[in-house]
Structures are given as C-alpha cells and as structure tokens.
C-alpha cells in the first residue's frame, strides 16, 4: 500500500464468526457468500450446477464432523491515508 502512495497504513486482523446449524446450512452460506463459488454457479448452468452440488453436499457430510456452534473467519485488512 506504501508503494501505492498510501501513508500510515496499519494491517488490522478481523474475525466474523457465523452460526452454522448443520452441513447443509453452512454449505449454502458458503455458496451465497463467495463470489468465486457464484462465478462457478453461474458459469456451469442450471443442471451441470445441481449435479456438482450433490456431489459437495455428499464429500462435506461425509468429511465434516458435526457442525456445532459458529465457525469463525479470519481476514487481514489494510487500511492507510491516501
């Protein structure tokens, strides 16, 4: 950010914690908010998307343990004076 001309830059950690009720739910949470995962959707079609759906939906319930409680997020961002 220095070499962009920003002064007084700090890095501040963040962490979101979101609730998850059950696989499902924190798949669909996923998917909603990730761009990367909405391009993917979009880009696949309607049938190609439910197919590999399924197929996620099956390898998280069977790779996750139970999800109890919140999951938690961490991002790094960066903030200075232009």
């Known amino acids: 950010m220095i070499d962009a001309g920003f002064r007084n830059v700090e890095i501040r950690s963040v962490t979101k914690a979101f609730p998850v009720g059950s696989t499902t739910e924190f798949r669909e949470s996923m998917v909603k908010g990730s761009a990367p995962i909405q391009m993917m959707k979009k880009g696949l079609g ?27 997020s961490d991002a790094w961002l960066g903030v200075g004076v232009k």
Do not use: S, V, Y
Request: charged share 35%; hydrophobic share 40%.
């Open 46 to 72: 309607e049938e190609l998307w439910r197919e590999k759906e399924k197929l996620a939906l099956a390898w998280l319930k069977e790779t996750l343990p139970t999800l109890k409680g919140p999951l938690t």
